[in-house]
């Protein structure tokens, strides 16, 4: 193993480069750097030499030519073995780089931005960065390729071991990170740039790409899949959003099936501008409620099924407070996902070592993808708002304030309950919920029957039509009064009818939300 001499530092991600730097130098390693890595390092105290010390080349053209020199890729790519390779960069003065310390423009950050700018989106793409960790992965027998600063430490400390050398394996490994880096960055690019329209406008809209390209990287190993015979791990997207890229801040190792509940209830809270609370078992919404404070909404989300709450994974939209973590840490939960902690309800949580604190950065999902055999299905993610254009009374008698109030609530939820679903709510909470039955009347009928609160004058949401009469007359027998489904059905009519004969209001919304 040959000591690293010198190292090329340019990184986009700065987490960690300042330490990982102070090391290199510690063992002896000339640091070399470019635009804002430079100035971070020098103004840290450590000694670094410019790119363009190097080159004899200024930075140029607004950064976009600094590292494309031959002085850095033949510095990178010369063969040490190779005594041709040896007199051609003696020859041309070309000094060995012996390390490149590469990670690269935010191009996915950039892409995710509302109405990012067709000129941003270019000059977010890399051209040196790829360009060196390619040399340097081409030739890991002689240089190191460090792409993530989550290697940063391994890497310093097997250095100090060696006395300033990385074993052949050690770069073998960083070379083969460092080609999927690449091939994930240039996969982003070409997908994002595929939806460039007209005028050069970035359109989600304009339909699906012809070849779809996904890039994740493993965040862990699970303990196991949905099943303790199932292997599985989490994977996440560049997007810097949502439950793949939380950051857990207390607890045991999540599950799958932790995971799963987590995202379902992350969902449904962000539904909601209001402080709500959802508290899910198996991907459903055994209770879920809103309140002027979170803890008056984790209290009365829990009064729809406190039995099925138990084990359960609760989302919420608020920081989670101490009031709040008080009363949640009275039940037993596997998953709290959040926003955010404060340190009150941290300090209330920390008697409860096993249960998991997620806090969960915002943002909304753009696709849905679902594995098949021999492929993948892909649709867009179901972000649909109600409007008041939506809604259409279609029975003689129209909802009261309070019940439309209330219709709004349960058909928000509604959405988030698998199909068939039935949901039976009143004022911001729910008070049953008829799950994934094969028959929507059934769901009607064990929405009423799990319901622990009183059920008259209470309002049903359905996820899609009505088939028959018999749903609606199973709703007024249970003691609703009013309806919020989407309509759609040839016998629209016929259960209009029905909900006027009861003395129902109803509301169409033109909107199915199937969840399967």
């Known amino acids: 193993m040959s000591k690293i001499t010198r190292a090329i530092l340019s990184v986009t991600d700065k987490s960690g480069l300042v330490d990982f730097a102070r090391q290199l130098a510690q063992l002896g390693v000339e640091l070399v750097s470019t635009g804002g890595t430079a100035k971070l390092l020098r103004d840290s105290g450590i000694a670094v030499k410019d790119i363009s010390e190097l080159t004899g080349f200024p930075e140029m053209l607004d950064g976009r030519v600094k590292t494309l020199h031959p002085k850095v890729h033949g510095g990178i790519l010369h063969r040490r073995d190779d005594s041709g390779h040896l007199a051609a960069v003696a020859e041309h003065g070309i000094p060995a780089i012996d390390m490149v310390v590469v990670n690269l423009y935010a191009f996915e950050k950039t892409a995710a931005k509302p109405g990012v700018h067709f000129e941003e989106l270019i000059e977010n793409i890399d051209i040196g960065g790829p360009s060196m960790i390619r040399s340097a992965a081409k030739n890991f027998q002689d240089v190191a390729v460090v792409t993530s600063p989550r290697d940063y430490g391994a890497i310093a400390e097997e250095m100090a071991r060696s006395g300033g050398a990385l074993s052949r394996e050690t770069k073998w490994r960083l070379a083969q990170k460092a080609f999927a880096t690449t091939a994930a960055y240039d996969s982003a690019i070409a997908s994002t740039l595929e939806r460039v329209g007209g005028e050069f406008k970035l359109n989600a809209a304009e339909g699906f790409p012809q070849n779809l390209r996904l890039s994740f990287q493993k965040v ?238 209470t309002v049903a949401a359905s996820d899609a039509f009505f088939p028959f009469p018999d749903g609606v007359e199973e709703i007024a027998k249970a003691g609703a009064t009013a309806i919020i489904q989407p309509g759609g059905s040839v016998r629209d009519q016929e259960v209009i009818e029905a909900a006027d004969r009861l003395g129902l209001a109803m509301i169409l919304t033109g909107v199915r939300h199937f969840r399967h």
């Not at 943002?363 to 649909?384: F, P, T, Y």
């Not at 709004?408 to 004022?427: E, G, P, Q």
Request: charge should be neutral; charged fraction near 25%.
């Open 220 to 457: 862990i190993d699970l303990r196991y899949g949905e099943n303790p015979h199932q292997k599985a791990a989490m994977y996440k997207d560049a997007s810097e959003m949502g439950v793949a890229n939380a950051r857990q801040v207390q607890g045991k190792e999540l599950s799958y099936n932790n995971i799963v509940d987590l995202q379902a209830a992350w969902d449904l809270a962000q539904e909601f501008d209001e402080p709500v609370c959802a508290i899910i078992k198996h991907t459903n919404p055994c209770g879920t409620a809103t309140g002027k404070t979170l803890a008056e909404a984790y209290l009365r989300a829990l009064e729809c099924d406190p039995v099925s709450a138990f084990g359960g994974v609760i989302g919420v939209n608020r920081t989670v407070d101490a009031a709040a973590a008080e009363e949640m840490a009275k039940l037993f939960l596997e998953v709290i996902g959040a926003p955010a902690f404060d340190e009150s309800a941290k300090a209330v949580f920390a008697a409860k070592k096993n249960l998991r604190l997620v806090e969960v950065p915002a943002g909304e999902q753009q696709w849905v993808l679902k594995n098949i055999s021999g492929g993948m299905l892909v649709q867009d993610a179901d972000l649909h708002k109600l409007s008041e254009a939506d809604l259409k009374v279609v029975t003689k008698r129209p909802p009261t304030a309070e019940e439309k109030r209330a219709l709004l609530f349960a058909w928000k939820v509604c959405k988030h309950v698998k199909s068939n679903a039935i949901l039976y709510a009143r004022d911001g909470q729910t008070v049953g919920v008829g799950a994934g039955q094969m028959s929507r009347v059934d769901s009607c009928k064990i929405g009423a029957m799990k319901a622990q609160l009183p059920l008259p004058g």
